[in-house]
């Protein structure tokens, strides 16, 4: 339905998580996953279990380390043709008001979420341009649109996300590469989970759709802007949250 098949597929922060889901999902249509995160134990179980997958290790904060992933990808498949970049510091984050959050804090989220997006982007467009084209995908966050207070450095670095999303759209349109962005809502993953106590009815009566989300309503937005399908969408922003936003 997608017409995946052997295309290559890199998932940035792919250990666990939603990562894990897009992961499975491309694999299930056909593709050829890279599974990369900066936890290579993590990497190295979830490729384990996806037939055909290569788990890598790298750090979407190292240039290097990313240099390192696009050259072990070319490697073994010859060619990479999406990036997913869904590596975030999202698990673990505290929260608390703009206030008290250190400045430590602050830049290890935007390193992470925000510089580790573009770094990720910049290390696969070389080859993307010289294959004639590609999709890169980004996953933001549905907080941007609620201001969802108490992180205001994980909003800040997912809407820049954002902003990074329509301006590398523009630059490199003219060499058929697609940039979109996913913008969750509160989905069910050991990392959210871990968020709170109340995780599994946090905001469903906010929905116009009253039920949990889970990593498996996220994916197909992926398969479907990583497909043909979406060849003259680029530069969006969908947010996939069961209807608690409207943008
Ligand atoms: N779960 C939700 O409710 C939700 C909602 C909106 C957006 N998101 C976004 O979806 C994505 C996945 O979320 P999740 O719930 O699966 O969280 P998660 O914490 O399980 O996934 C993040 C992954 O990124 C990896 N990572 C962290 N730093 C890295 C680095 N420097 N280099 C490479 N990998 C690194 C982690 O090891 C982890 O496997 C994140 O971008 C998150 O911000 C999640």
């Given at each position: 339905m997608y017409h995946l098949k052997d295309k290559v597929v890199i998932v940035t922060g792919?250990?666990?998580g939603l990562g894990k889901a897009f992961a499975q999902a491309f694999a299930t249509e056909g593709a050829k996953v890279a599974i990369v995160d900066i936890n290579e134990e993590a990497a190295q179980k979830t490729s384990d279990e996806i037939q055909g997958s290569i788990a890598v290790k790298a750090d979407v904060t190292s240039e290097e380390s990313l240099k390192g992933m696009t050259q072990k990808v070319i490697d073994e498949f010859g060619r990479l043709d999406v990036l997913i970049?869904?590596?975030?510091?999202?698990?673990g984050i505290q929260r608390k008001p703009f206030f008290e959050l250190s400045e430590k804090e602050w830049d290890l989220v935007m390193n992470v979420n925000l510089k580790g997006t573009w770094m990720a982007s910049k290390a696969v467009f070389p080859f993307m341009k010289s294959q004639g084209g590609g999709k890169i995908i980004n996953i933001s966050s549905a907080t941007v649109m609620s201001g969802?207070?108490?992180?205001s450095h994980y909003v800040a670095s997912k809407g820049g996300v954002i902003g990074l999303t329509r301006s590398m759209a523009r630059e490199i349109g003219d060499f058929n590469i697609n940039v979109n962005n996913i913008a969750p809502g509160f989905t069910l993953t050991e990392a959210s989970l871990s968020l709170m106590d109340n995780a599994k009815e946090?905001?469903?009566?906010?929905?116009?759709?009253?039920r949990g989300s889970n990593a498996n309503d996220i994916v197909g937005t992926a398969l479907y802007l990583a497909?043909?399908?979406?060849?003259?969408?680029?530069?969006q922003t969908i947010v996939v949250d069961g209807g608690k936003q409207f943008i």
């Open positions: 792919a250990g666990g970049n869904n590596a975030a510091i999202y698990a969802s207070p108490q992180w946090y905001g469903v009566q906010r929905g116009a759709i009253k497909s043909k399908a979406s060849d003259f969408v680029t530069g």
